[in-house]
């Protein structure tokens, strides 16, 4: 998958996990395009590892797999760097 398929599928994770997380979060669009981004990565990640397959093409799979790894990054970062 090439860098701007993975840019395009980290703006809809991004977007999708913060639809489902709504609050207050810092940094806007910026920061969602970030959080998706590594959250495609993460569930990618995560996804190999438990059998589920990974974010590896431009389909529903891969989008559920990265917004669940968007949703994950989301919460680790209001666990941890919220408050500061």
């Known amino acids: ?27 806007g669009w910026i920061a969602t395009m970030l959080l998706g981004i590594g959250g495609a990565f993460v569930g990618g990640l995560i996804g190999g590892v438990l059998g589920f397959g990974g974010a590896n093409g431009f389909n529903l799979g891969s989008i559920l797999t990265a917004t669940l790894g968007a949703i994950v990054l989301l919460l680790v970062y209001n666990r941890f760097f919220k408050g500061r």
């Open 1 to 27: 998958m090439g860098i701007i398929a993975w840019i395009i599928l980290g703006l809809i994770a991004g977007a999708l996990a913060k639809w489902l997380m709504p609050g207050r979060d810092g940094g």
